[in-house]
Nanobody, 126 residues
Framework: QSLLVESGGGLVQPGGSLRLSCAASGFSVDRYAVGWFRQAPGKEREVVSCVSYTGLTTNYADSVKGRFTISRDNAKGMVYLQMNSLKRKDTAVYFC???????????????????WGQGTQVTVSS
């Protein structure tokens, strides 16, 4: 079974940092772009960031630019999301998925391998 599993979420104060991890199993993630998404209560899932299969091209939602950094280690089958200067509005369940990308590295919006996982909860609160 091909899947990606998210981890690293937790409770953090505003201004704090977290690093999310996305571990691939059952397929060669180095052949796919990977995206991070989030869904806050009562809201639709939205794309946060994505990285090309080479790791050379990244894309970020305007709301996280300058604060979040996506990276990948294909040798380990891992993709990461470093989140700094967290804000209360970043509170959500975060998901990762293997995706396609469009022109200029535009992030695809649905998984191309498997389906959505359980995600990892990030709560930013004092």
């Amino acid at each position: 079974q091909s899947l990606l599993v998210e981890s690293g979420g937790g409770l953090v104060q505003p201004g704090g940092s977290l690093r999310l991890s996305c571990a691939a199993s059952g397929f060669s993630v180095d052949r796919y772009a990977v995206g991070w998404f989030r869904q806050a209560p009562g809201k639709e899932r939205e794309v946060v960031s994505c990285v090309s299969y080479t790791g050379l091209t990244t894309n970020y939602a305007d709301s996280v630019k300058g604060r979040f950094t996506i990276s990948r280690d294909n040798a380990k089958g891992m993709v990461y999301l470093q989140m700094n200067s967290l804000k209360r509005k970043d509170t959500a369940v975060y998901f990762c998925a293997a995706i396609s990308t469009g022109p200029n590295g535009r992030c695809g919006l649905v998984p191309v391998i498997g389906s959505w996982g359980q995600g990892t909860q990030v709560t930013v609160s004092s």
